[in-house]
């Protein structure tokens, strides 16, 4: 069975840290590029970074850049994302996905629970 696992998520205030976690299951997760996407209430899912199968490639949305990291460890099948600088409009709740040959493994409106984010003094 697939799993994607996100936890990490906490409360924080403007110009925290958090550091998220995706823990991955029943796929081959050093063979999947791995991304990190975020849906704000109201709003639509967004793109947040990817990072390719050996973390050779990453890239970042241009609100991000600069203020986030994503980091991958294939030994331990977990894709993370240090978020530094964190901003109020940071608040969101954060997926993980993941892509080979162009095919998701989540897709559709639901993505599950992800995990809370919320950047609030």
């Known amino acids: 069975q697939v799993q994607l696992v996100e936890s990490g998520g906490d409360l924080v205030q403007p110009g925290g840290s958090l550091r998220l976690s995706c823990a991955a299951s029943?796929?081959?997760?050093?063979?999947?590029?791995m991304y990190w996407y975020r849906q704000a209430p109201g709003k639509e899912r967004e793109f947040v970074a990817y990072i390719t199968s050996g973390g050779g490639t990453i890239n970042y949305a241009g609100s991000v850049k600069g203020r986030f990291t994503i980091s991958r460890d294939n030994a331990k099948n977990t894709v993370y994302l240090q978020m530094n600088s964190l901003k109020p409009e940071d608040t969101a709740v954060y997926y993980c996905n993941g892509a080979r040959f162009g095919v998701f493994i989540r897709s559709g409106g639901s993505w599950g629970q992800g995990t809370q984010v919320t950047v609030s003094s």
């Open positions: 029943g796929f081959t997760f050093s063979s999947y590029i």
